[in-house]
């Protein structure tokens, strides 16, 4: 069956150390990857994607990813967390064939950072 | 410009009721999905719309049914509301085709007791 796995459900970390997720799908074929992050009391947002090309992705805030097929994982990093980083992270995938609409999610990891 | 809004913000239903959840997508956006979010999980695709056709589907049972509007709203219903039927539904709109993201609205925190 497809899956999608965040490693890790919390994580408190200290402003200005170094953020990495990890994410793993089980999917045959070609995907699309995205990490979104739910601040508290606000939407999903999308922090970033990868459809193709350059395997390591920048997105917003100063959060990169980067695609390594062989290992079917998309691990989401930040060298220098902040405060306001605090939020819950998820990691999604869909099949390249299918509509951007239909994603599967992780269950994401809850990131507190404390000042 | 508004983003995606959705109606109500919460709401409390019985068991065995009937709900009717409601999306208006972000302007622009023709294609509207919906999630389910229960507590401490991530999003489940329940189904997409576009052209006021269902589109695709998740693994949801026959009691989750929806709508689309000319104007590209959409709703939601749910019958025979179950206990674990409690949870966040969120909907996400997008321009129709591959390529694209899909932006979600706050979502509609639904109570079934």
């Known amino acids: 069956a497809q899956s999608v796995s965040q490693h890790n459900h919390h994580v408190i970390l200290s402003e200005a150390a170094s953020l990495e997720l990890g994410c793993n799908y089980s999917?045959?074929?070609?995907?699309?990857l995205f990490w979104y992050v739910q601040y508290p009391g606000q939407h999903l947002q999308l922090l970033l994607k990868y459809f193709s090309g350059d395997p390591l992705v920048k997105g917003i805030k100063g959060f990169e990813a980067e695609f390594i097929k062989s290992k079917f994982s998309f691990n989401l990093r930040k060298p220098s967390v902040q405060w306001s980083d605090t939020a819950e992270y998820f990691c999604?995938?869909?099949?390249?064939?299918?509509?951007?609409?239909?994603?599967?999610f992780g269950a994401g990891t809850q990131v507190v950072v404390t000042p | 410009d508004a983003g995606v809004t959705q109606s109500p913000t919460h709401l409390i239903k019985t068991r065995g009721q009937q709900v009717t959840l409601r999306c208006s997508p972000k302007?622009?956006?023709?294609?509207v999905s919906w999630y389910q979010q229960a507590l401490g999980q991530g999003p489940q695709f329940i189904f997409q719309?576009?052209?006021?056709?269902e589109r695709q589907r998740g693994n949801f049972p026959d009691r989750f049914s929806g709508h689309q509007f000319p104007n590209y709203s959409s709703e939601l219903n749910v019958n025979a509301l179950l206990l674990g039927d409690s949870a966040l539904y969120l909907c996400?709109?997008?321009?129709w085709g591959a390529g694209t993201e899909a932006f979600f609205g706050q979502g509609t925190r639904l109570t079934v007791v």
């Open positions: 999604a995938v869909n099949r390249a064939t299918d509509s951007w609409g239909k994603l599967q």
């Open positions: 996400a709109s997008g321009s």
């Open positions: 302007s622009g956006h023709d294609t």
């Open positions: 719309y576009y052209e006021e056709e």
């Open positions: 999917y045959g074929g070609t995907v699309n």
